[in-house]
């Protein structure tokens, strides 16, 4: 798919309590103003028919700036709400039958911790990569053992789709996760946990300022 190396740069997936201070919409609004590249809806408490009505809040929000969104395990939401995509894990749906049911021009991810599930992805079905976790994070408690920098390079060398690190990254992480050959990074609690969303994302844009 034409520039999704470059919309994975900086991937924004949510989490619904991080994100109750200033509310789902107003997160990813200030988040996107801050740089954010990609948006994947993750909502693992709530309903299909819930996350259809937050991806079309979102739809409206992100109207016009070119930041494609995603639904996280809910492939029938994502159809149901016309956004551009889903993500899936290892666990979920077989990647055929959720392509079958997205369709051609949908973008579809995946997870993967292992080369095995790497070496398994096609790139005639599945689009890119999610690689991790990086580190252990608060925000997965059912994560996989960490694989750390090195594991991601390892992973990262395997796969022929585009790839997005993902797993308690921070800004300061920025350029090793690039290092790595990664397309970007996926983040959650550095972003959705922060007071101001907005500077949280310019950090990851000018991570010098973090050091």
Do not use: W
Request: proline share 5%; aromatic share 2%; charged share 15%.
């Amino acid at each position: 798919m034409n520039g999704l190396h470059q919309l994975l740069r900086l991937y924004l997936v949510t989490d619904s309590a991080l994100c109750r201070h200033l509310g789902l919409v107003e997160t990813v609004v200030q988040a996107v103003a801050g740089g954010v590249t990609m948006v994947q809806l993750r909502a693992k408490d709530a309903t299909t028919p819930e996350r259809v009505s937050m991806a079309l809040a979102l739809k409206v929000a992100l109207a016009g700036t070119g930041v494609p969104l995603l639904i996280n395990d809910d492939v029938e939401a994502a159809v149901a709400a016309d956004v551009d995509g889903a993500h899936i894990g290892q666990g979920d749906m077989q990647p055929a039958q959720a392509r079958n049911i997205l369709g051609p021009h949908k973008i579809l991810g995946l997870s993967c911790e292992t080369s095995d599930a790497v070496l398994a992805a096609d790139p005639g079905i599945v689009d890119y990569l999610g690689i991790g976790p990086v580190f252990g994070t608060a925000t997965k408690a059912d994560h996989e053992t960490p694989i750390g920098f090195d594991g991601l390079e390892r992973l990262v060398r395997l796969s022929a789709l585009p790839t997005v690190a993902i797993g308690g990254l921070k800004a300061q992480h920025h350029k090793q996760v690039l290092a790595t050959g990664s397309n970007g990074q996926a983040i959650v609690s550095a972003i959705c946990g922060q007071a101001d969303p907005k500077e949280a994302a310019l950090a990851f844009k000018y991570p010098e300022l973090c050091t």
